[in-house]
């Protein structure tokens, strides 16, 4: 079974800094892996995903993530954190079978942006 | 234009009370799924339809039982809820296709739906 793991459940960072939200995944065969976020009282809105090919992924609001199968991460990054990036995010591994299309979450991290 | 919706926004109920939760995708996706969001924002797939056909069902209690009237709707009802059951239902919809043309798409999420049971 597949299981993804968020270390951070909170950061801080100031306005304009850069920032790398880590995810850890563990699946036993070439993984899909999502970024979610999930702004206060709000559903959740697709950042980016990595199917295969290119390991470094373009997103949404100016986000990138990194696919390392050496290390099992899906770290999300961004180079400038704005005020309006305060938000939950959550890291996904997808598993494809006859059985079902699933999504398995992590446990999300917090981010708080300071002025 | 909403691409999938979700009503009530909130929910507010006794224990031992019966409700639904209706969910609506305009996408044209075949697959809809149920999440469950508890109070430490873990999230939890509960049930996954395809073409209205139940799919996935992750050992979810039988009080809960999810119906499809077609490939747009997956509604959920909750039989004597439970305090336990209070959390955010989130509805969200992809598209799978079937047999040999298995499809991993993006599922869409739609708001939420806040349950709390009292």
């Known amino acids: 079974a597949q299981s993804v793991t968020q270390p951070d459940i909170h950061i801080t960072v100031s306005e304009g800094a850069s920032l790398e939200l880590r995810c850890n995944y563990s699946?036993?065969?070439?993984?899909?892996l999502f970024w979610y976020v999930q702004s206060p009282g709000q559903g959740l809105q697709l950042l980016l995903k990595?199917?295969?090919?290119?390991?470094l992924v373009q997103g949404i609001k100016g986000f990138e993530a990194e696919f390392k199968r050496s290390q099992s991460s899906f770290n999300l990054r961004k180079p400038s954190v704005h005020w309006s990036d305060a938000a939950e995010y959550f890291c996904?591994?997808?598993?494809?079978?006859?059985?079902?299309?699933?999504?398995?979450f992590g446990g999300g991290t917090r981010l708080m942006v300071k002025p | 234009d909403t691409a999938v919706s979700q009503t009530p926004k909130y929910l507010v109920t006794q224990m031992g009370n019966d409700k639904s939760i209706k969910c609506e995708q305009n996408?044209?996706?075949?697959?809809m799924y149920w999440y469950k969001q508890d109070s430490k924002k873990f999230l939890k797939i509960m049930f996954s339809?395809?073409?209205?056909?139940?799919?996935i069902n992750e050992t979810v209690p039988n009080r809960f039982s999810p119906k499809s009237p077609d490939k747009a709707h997956l509604n959920l009802h909750i039989n004597s809820l439970e305090l336990g059951d209070s959390a955010v239902y989130f509805c969200?919809?992809?598209?799978?296709?079937?047999?040999?043309?298995?499809?991993?798409?993006?599922?869409?999420f739609g708001p939420g739906t806040r349950l709390t049971v009292l």
């Open positions: 969200a919809s992809s598209l799978r296709g079937s047999g040999g043309a298995l499809l991993l798409d993006t599922q869409y």
């Open positions: 699946y036993g065969a070439t993984p899909y």
């Open positions: 990595y199917f295969s090919g290119d390991t």
């Open positions: 996904a591994v997808g598993a494809l079978s006859n059985a079902g299309n699933m999504l398995t």
């Open positions: 996408l044209g996706h075949d697959t």
């Open positions: 339809y395809n073409n209205k056909e139940l799919i």
